[in-house]
């Protein structure tokens, strides 16, 4: 960066001195505001059992930043007020080795506007969270686990309840279903293969106030084109119904630099919570997945 700066006449000794020391706070101050501009700060919160809740962990643990998943070359960072420094990425979505409090590490990986944004945070702990990645990074995820979003043909209705008799409680006009929780998977199988049933789809938010469920589409931004083997990969993975490229241009991925994008519809009885696991574990263990963003539906209700 260039500074032109001429604020005293120089015939003037006392006024050379003064110009020169301000031109060297104005240098100190430029290369101040460009390192500030290039650096990440990482915050760790920690997700208790309990309830979902989560705290800051960041003084509690270490972090190391890897290219990749088995960390073979990682760096450990440097915390200071409160947050850990990153000055340089290693890769365009870098893994983060952590160790807790209790000596336990998890790995999590980030891949935030590809170096667009300067503000990160990973959530580690409980082993019974669920992640969703509408912002572009591992969240957490606070399922009902007890609710379903169905849409139907009106003629099915008493077959709907009559079939799954007790199983299935609740409905009105935003089409939100109660059942025994602990046969979710069943139920949610026994509701795909009936015919006009439309939509099935597991609740990741729910309030008096406010419900969000899922869409059966995601997208996933692939750091190179995929290959008629992935495909066919995906496809024996997850119960998917389409698979299909779209521009890099659009909107949403304008400011991802490198990447080419697909959306992935699902079938209707493939959207289970387990899917969030299996994408979790899709976003970390393979190297040519960048970002993974799910679509939800909220409703709102006035009171």
């Known amino acids: 960066m260039k500074i032109y700066c001429r604020i005293f006449s120089e015939s003037n000794p006392r006024n050379k001195t003064i110009s020169y020391t301000l031109f060297i706070i104005l240098i100190f101050f430029s290369m101040s505001f460009n390192f500030s501009?290039?650096?990440i700060t990482l915050k760790v919160n920690y997700l208790n059992n309990d309830g979902f809740s989560y705290e800051d962990a960041t003084t509690n643990v270490k972090v190391?930043?890897?290219?990749d998943l088995k960390g073979r070359t990682k760096t450990l960072l440097n915390a200071s007020d409160g947050v850990f420094k990153i000055d340089s990425l290693l890769s365009d979505c870098p893994y983060f080795h952590i160790k807790d409090q209790n000596g336990e590490m998890h790995i999590q990986k980030i891949c935030m506007g590809l170096k667009t944004q300067k503000d990160?945070?990973?959530y580690i702990g409980s082993s019974d969270c669920l992640y969703h990645f509408e912002g572009y990074q591992p969240e957490p995820f606070i399922p009902s686990y007890d609710k379903l979003y169905i849409t139907f043909a009106e003629g099915i209705y008493s077959k709907l309840i009559n079939k799954l008799?007790?199983?299935l409680r609740g409905g009105g006009a935003l089409n939100l279903y109660?059942?025994?929780?602990?046969k979710r998977t069943a139920i949610m199988k026994e509701l795909s293969k009936m015919e006009g049933v439309y939509t099935i789809a597991p609740i990741r938010l729910f309030t008096h106030s406010e419900r969000s469920y899922f869409t059966t589409h995601i997208e996933i931004l692939f750091k190179d084109s995929l290959t008629n083997q992935e495909i066919t990969k995906l496809f024996k993975g997850f119960d998917i119904n389409e698979i299909n490229r779209f521009s890099p241009k659009h909107y949403t991925w304008t400011h991802y630099k490198i990447g080419t994008p697909y959306i992935i519809t699902f079938k209707k009885g493939g959207m289970d919570y387990s899917l969030l696991n299996k994408l979790n574990e899709f976003l970390l263990k393979n190297e040519n997945v960048l970002v993974i963003k799910t679509s939800a539906t909220v409703t709102e209700t006035k009171d």
Do not use: L
Request: negative net charge; charged residues 20%; glycine residues 0%.
């Open 64 to 67: 190391w930043i890897s290219p």
């Open 178 to 182: 109660e059942f025994n929780a602990e």
């Open 37 to 39: 501009f290039s650096q």
């Open 165 to 167: 008799d007790t199983e």
């Open 120 to 122: 990160w945070i990973v």
